[in-house]
């Protein structure tokens, strides 16, 4: 949660947000700036605490929520979350990994709305590392239990990760396609090797692998699954996946982490012939 949210101040130029009048650019500013808001955009709030905190009337809130006059504010009735799209739009993000970091522990607590399924629609870039975690943190009751589609005609994450929907394109009520005849036998956990992050080299991921194996810490499923989702998250902060792998190669780190700027593999070459000089490297020392 963050302590405050600078608003970009171009937002009163925007044609969406000038068409709109008085009370529904109160509410806009207040989902944009209160207190729950999260990096993603998503989060649980209540009509009742909207109004109580802007002084709009419920009924108002109620109305704006629901009937979709507001652009770019999805609002999951049955679970009390919202969504502000184009979030990062109007407001001033943070260190690029960190703003990584928040978004992958929204998804973990709230999964289970479909507004994730608008937010990867809206942010393709995060879908990858979206879809690298397995599991959602379970709370009271719900704890073991099975997510379930939800209302609205939206795919559950979970069918995303099982093959049933691709993160692909949008129907016209906002929806992604589900395929009529999807495959009865898809295989959700496909060996985490057939999906090497973009951009990474086949041949350096197998480096790495051999050089774990050698400092007797082999990777297990669950070891590349993890590792992968660090990769990617790295990817989305805007480091390449190739370089970051091969820094630690060249340092000798078990983990991934953003490049230094003095880091020696960061070449002008092509993926295989950086991997050949890092090897020339390790075998000098």
């Known amino acids: 949660m963050a302590k405050y949210r600078p ?10 947000f000038q068409e709109l009048d008085p009370e529904s650019k109160l509410l806009f500013l207040y989902l944009c700036t209160n207190e729950s808001t999260t990096d993603s955009g998503i989060y649980p709030i209540t009509a009742r605490t909207i109004a109580n905190e802007t002084g709009l009337e419920l009924a108002t809130v109620r109305q704006r929520l629901g ?8 609002y999951d009735e049955p679970l009390k979350y919202v969504f502000v799209a184009k979030f990062k739009r109007y407001n001033a993000g943070g260190k690029p990994e960190l703003v990584v970091k928040g978004i992958m522990n929204d998804f973990r607590h709230s999964r289970q709305t479909h507004l994730w399924s608008i937010f990867m629609e809206e942010y393709p870039e995060y879908a990858e590392a979206i879809l690298t975690i397995a599991e ?39 929806c992604s396609e589900i395929p009529s005849n999807p495959n009865p036998n898809p295989n959700p956990n496909p060996n985490p090797s057939e999906r090497l992050p973009n951009g990474l080299n086949p041949a350096t991921w197998d480096e790495y692998k ?62 295989d012939e950086a991997l050949r000089n890092l090897k020339k490297r390790r075998a000098n020392k």
């Open 7 to 16: 608003i970009y101040t171009h937002i009163w130029k925007d044609p969406d």
């Open 67 to 74: 009937n979709g006059c507001l652009r770019n504010i999805h």
């Open 136 to 174: 959602p943190v379970r709370h009271g009751t719900d704890r073991g239990k099975k997510s379930e589609p939800l209302a609205n005609g939206y795919p559950t994450v979970t069918e995303r990760i099982n093959g049933l929907v691709t993160v692909g394109e949008p129907l016209a009520n906002g």
């Open 210 to 271: 051999s050089w774990r194996a050698e400092i007797k810490k082999p990777l297990t499923k669950k070891d590349e699954k993890d590792a992968f989702g660090e990769i990617i998250r790295l990817k989305i902060a805007g480091y390449d996946p190739e370089q970051v792998v091969l820094q630690s190669l060249d340092r000798k780190w078990i983990r991934f982490f953003p490049i230094k700027q003095n880091n020696g593999n960061k070449e002008n070459n092509s993926p």
